[in-house]
């Protein structure tokens, strides 16, 4: 418990002495959580969108630093669910059907022809919009919470200066 307290004070202590807006930090940070989030992006496509979309670049690292590749794996049911649930099919089917994806072994290196075929198209369009759904909605959330207490917290020092 105590080292979970220490690394998001550590992680809120580098976040909070970036010097640039509350919005572009948000911004950052935001996109940072989105692109950990979504499997096979990282710190690269964070840095990217970050550049891109004018955010800060180093809240973007933060973000997806902290959310990297294994909150992806913790996410998977939830994204097939999802994923299903937005595309009007049944969770479970989808589920079972990536299941036999990965039996008949279409993700080994001698088989890449077959990711590109409609009904594989079919089995992981789910995984990717349930992915999205859930990245979209994480990166939101942080994106409005940094904003709201870097915006305190400059609130509070521009009064202190006073």
Do not use: E
Not at 21 to 43: D, E, M, N, R
């Amino acid at each position: 418990m105590f080292k979970i307290r220490s690394f998001f004070k550590f992680i809120g202590a580098k976040l909070f002495k970036i010097n640039d807006t509350p919005q572009k930090i948000a911004l950052g940070f935001g996109l940072g959580v989105f692109s950990g989030i979504f499997p096979g992006t990282g710190p690269a496509a964070a840095l990217f969108l970050a550049l891109l979309l004018r955010g800060n670049r180093a809240s973007a690292l933060l973000g997806s630093i902290i959310t990297n590749t294994w909150f992806s794996l913790v996410l998977f049911l939830a994204s097939v669910k999802i994923g299903a649930f937005l595309m009007g099919i049944d969770w479970y089917l989808a589920h079972k059907d990536w299941d036999s994806l990965f039996s008949r072994g279409i993700f080994s290196p001698a088989s890449y022809a077959g990711l590109f075929k409609f009904s594989t198209l079919k089995i992981i369009l789910p995984v990717i919009l349930g992915y999205c759904a859930i990245a979209l909605l994480a990166a939101l959330i942080s994106y409005l919470t940094v904003l709201m207490v870097l915006t305190i917290i400059h609130k509070k020092h521009s009064k202190n200066r006073q």
